[in-house]
Each structure stands twice: as structure tokens, then as C-alpha cells.
């Protein structure tokens, strides 16, 4: 098994994040994404729509999408349960997961794409005002999940779950790569963000040198 | 149990097909989305995202986002397993599902918010530039997606899943409601469509007078 990856990127962190926590190590091969090495075609024949990471498995296949790699992981190892254990526990995760990635993370890749200088490449044409109605969206879903967490330890309740590693990762690079942060008066999702910063896994996957920026 | 839906909606009827291959009946109320009642606050109070369709569980607790309320219906009705059973089945089903509403059902999303007449109120303005980029991506997908299905019978291999009710519920909204269809020379994608078209579970979900056009 190989995880083809790179450090920093957002959603190779997802796994690497999952991994620490359940405490397996899988080796990983680096793909130079600022170089497009994820676009040449021995990498496209792996993974067709060209994203990282991707999963080698032992008989040469490939798997790609963090989340599927991770609920792959999760069927080989399944201590700890990062993906539920009952009908509704498995219902509330993925709800979370989805909501984190078609809510936020949707808005922030737009606001990635369409406003940043070191994406001017990967569209035909930026366009600043698509990334100003992101932006505004990205505000709207800060205050409806501070609202939604409210007091509880977790998105989807009383465990750490695939659904908070989603939200680090993508709270994170959304923070680092863009200045996108919940508002101050958030406080839900400051007490839950200092939470699970504070994990051993929050370390994983990141930049060695990234500025908190 | 309740589902929360509204007929002929594409991610509705995404829980409508999977209870039909399941062979399972749910209850269920019509929430008038094009009176936008999904924006009210009773409604708000059931999903604070605003989606549907919701699943209203027996202890009054709700359960949005139509994957996570098709994997909670998974879990209490294992069969036909339809998420896979495998590791290996397990992550492709949510590879394909991923690829689906991330490359695909997204761009779809994008085009039909910037570019119907449908839709001018969703957004505080439409960007014309917006819609036609993610034509393009549409089109690029379906290319991409006919060069991978190749010659399997579904996308997730060789049994019928949640990944081909993401695809068929996609496919069909993009082609009914914005005209957006594969090239004429996607040669599998037109054997696979017309395959699950034809399983009786393609008709649940549809509006009773929807024209194919």
C-alpha cells in the first residue's frame, strides 16, 4: 500500500489526520502538485480526474478520494470508529461530512479558484466577483455550523469523528491560504477548533514550514 | 420514520430510487421548495441548511443530506447491500459517489444557478461567465467519466449502487432541466443509462408530468 500526497494540500491532510488517530502508518510518495505532476499521464492513469491523494493498493489498483480512502482504512481498521458505529451515528458523520464539504469546503475551493493569485492558471479566466458571493457563502456557513455545533464536543455529537477532521482541514487551509475565519463572536467553533487542534493529528499532514498566516 | 421531499427534485429523489432498489417504503411529506417553505423556520428547525430531502427518525431527530439518509437506511436494511460490502467495494462505492457530486453534480449545480431563469432569486446575481465555465467542466466530466466506465456494467464494477443512483439522478437533472447531456460519441455512458433507466427504481422520485425535454 503507498499514499501518493503533498504536504499541506488540504485533502491528502484529511488522511493523513485520519491515520494519526488510528494510529497506522502507511508509506507515501510525494507528487510535486505545484508543478502539475498530478496532470501528466502516469499519474492520470491512476486517478483520471487527476486529484491527490490516491491509495496504491497491494494488488495495483487504485483508490482516490480522501473520504473513500479513509472509510477503506476505516473497513481494515476499524479502532477507533471514526466513521460511527450504530444506524444513526453512521448517518450523523456522513450528514457532517457532507454538510463541511458542500457547504464549506465547495465555497471555499470557489473562493480558492476564483481569488487567489497562485490559482490564476487552473481556470480560463478568474472571476472576482464569483469569489466575493463565495466569500459572503463562507461567512453564512461559519455562523449556521457555530450555531448548529452549539455545545456539543463534536459535529456529529459526543466522539471525534471523520466529520472533525474534514472541518480541521478545510477550517485550516481555508484560514492559511485564504484569511477565511469564523467570525469572532463563533464561539462554538473556537472552543471546538482549540479542541481539536490541540490532538496529536492535528500535526499531521501539514507544511513543516507553514506560518499560521 | 418521515422523509422530507418534493417530487421530481434531483437529490430527493436520490433516496426515492435507493428505497425502490431496497424494496422499503417510507412515509412522506411534500416540502414546496419553489414556494421556498424549505427557507422557513419550522423547516429551518428540522435542517438549519435549508435542503432537502430530510428524514425525520422515530425519536423526532432529523437526518438531512440524501447519501447520509440512504447510508442510515443501509445500516437498517442491509440488503441489496448497495454501499458495498468489501473494503475494496466500500471505497470504490465512495469514490464513484464523490467523483459524481464533486466533478459532476457540482458543475451541474453552478450552471443551473448561473444560468437558468429558474434560479435568478437563489443567488444576489447571476454570473453568465460562471455558467458557461462549468459547462465546459460538464462537459470535460462526462468525457472523463465515459473513458472510465469503460466496458463494467456500473460504475462501482459489477453490482448495481449508490454510486449509479448519484449518476442516473445527476444525468437526468442536467439533461431535463438545462439540456445538458454526455457527447454523442460516449459510447458507454449511453449503454450504462439506458441499462438503469430501465430497472423499475428509475421511475421513483421523477415528477408525474416531467416532459423529457
Known amino acids: 500500500m503507498k499514499l501518493y500526497t503533498y504536504p499541506g494540500a488540504p485533502n491528502p491532510r484529511r488522511v ?9 502508518q502507511v508509506p507515501t510518495e510525494t507528487v510535486d502538485i505545484m508543478k502539475r505532476s498530478n496532470r501528466q499521464p502516469d ?5 483520471p480526474f487527476g486529484g491527490i491523494p490516491v491509495l496504491e493498493l497491494d494488488d495495483g489498483s487504485h483508490l482516490a478520494e480522501s473520504v473513500a480512502i479513509c472509510r477503506y482504512l476505516e473497513a481494515l481498521h476499524p479502532e477507533p470508529a471514526l466513521f460511527g458505529r450504530t444506524p444513526a451515528e453512521i448517518g450523523a458523520v456522513d450528514m457532517w461530512i457532507r454538510r463541511l464539504e458542500l457547504q464549506l469546503m465547495m465555497q471555499v475551493g470557489l473562493v480558492w479558484v476564483h481569488g487567489s493569485p497562485l490559482t490564476k492558471s487552473v481556470v480560463p479566466k478568474q472571476l472576482p ?4 458571493m463565495a466569500k459572503a457563502g463562507v461567512a453564512r456557513t461559519f455562523d449556521t455550523l457555530d450555531a448548529s455545533l452549539g455545545a456539543r464536543p463534536f459535529f456529529a455529537g459526543s466522539a471525534y469523528t471523520m466529520a472533525d477532521v474534514i472541518a480541521l482541514t478545510t477550517f485550516d487551509f481555508a484560514a492559511d ?28 499532514g501539514r507544511a513543516p514550514q507553514r506560518s499560521a498566516g
Chains 1, 2 share one sequence.
Open 177 to 204: 491560504f485564504l484569511g477565511l475565519r469564523p467570525a469572532p463572536d463563533a464561539k462554538n467553533l473556537a472552543r471546538w477548533h482549540a479542541e481539536v487542534s490541540a490532538r496529536p493529528s492535528a500535526a499531521a
Open 16 to 24: 493523513h489526520v485520519f491515520l494519526a488517530e488510528k494510529g497506522v
Open 129 to 132: 466577483e464569483m469569489a466575493e
Open 43 to 47: 499519474f492520470l492513469a491512476k486517478n
